[in-house]
């Protein structure tokens, strides 16, 4: 049992480039988000999946796109990377959207040159 | 917009001294109130969580206050040990049903 497994864990980009950053979960959760961690702001919600088919715009969306592929998969792309995208990524689920725990992968740190 | 509010930024103690992280929040419809411990490199973890029909909740040497006229809850560690150093994040929801927003952080280091 795995729980929450996002790769890469590390990537380098230059400006401009374009990138997905991978997340699966094998808790049968129904709900998966993304956020972003930067130093002194907490964590901000860039996007998430309420349930398998729907996806919403959190907090900070912008120059981001989700996909939802099934229960299990949720990915993040990046299709023009900037210097302010460089942050660590956690990817995340839950059982459903508005309850109770969320589980959070072991991160992926971008940079962006 | 609604936000939460974390205090202190940093915070230091001897090991075996209590500490208390303290947090506000501006959306009077928020109802769940989590607490998340991130030690440095890890993912964050849950420690313990409240909602709003109760005022307080203990797990060990970990407890959480909850004051809803006045917006704000409380972290409480007793007893603190040096594996307690680590990064402690309070969260509230948007409205009864949204999503969570986190405060900011309190950097938390217990000096054996």
């Known amino acids: 049992n795995a729980g929450v497994t996002q790769t890469p864990k590390f990537q380098v980009l230059k400006t401009g480039q374009s990138m997905t950053l991978q997340c699966a979960q094998d808790?049968?959760?129904?709900?998966m988000y993304w956020y972003r961690q930067d130093p002194g702001m907490g964590l901000r919600l860039i996007y998430y999946s309420a349930s398998e088919g729907t996806t919403d715009k959190g907090e900070v969306p912008n120059g981001y796109n989700v996909s939802r592929l099934n229960k299990r998969e949720f990915s993040l792309r990046l299709e023009s990377a900037a210097p302010s995208q460089t942050s660590v990524y956690f990817c995340?689920?839950?059982?459903?959207?508005?309850?109770?725990?969320?589980?959070f992968g072991e991160g992926s740190r971008l940079t962006v040159l | 917009g609604e936000n939460v509010e974390q205090h202190p930024s940093t915070l230091s103690v001897q090991e075996g001294d209590s500490a208390v992280i303290k947090c506000t929040y501006s959306d009077s419809a928020s109802n769940y109130f989590p607490w998340y411990k991130q030690e440095l490199g890890k993912r964050p973890q849950l420690i313990i969580d409240i909602r709003s029909n109760v005022g307080e909740k203990k797990d060990q040497r970990i407890a959480v206050t909850l004051n809803k006229t006045a917006k704000h809850f409380s972290l409480h560690i007793t007893e603190t040990q040096p594996e307690d150093s680590a990064v402690y994040f309070c969260a509230a929801t948007r409205g009864s049903q949204g999503n969570l927003i986190f405060g900011k952080g309190t950097k938390l280091s217990v000096k054996p």
């Open positions: 995340a689920s839950s059982v459903n959207w508005d309850t109770g725990e969320l589980f």
């Open positions: 808790m049968n959760h129904n709900s």
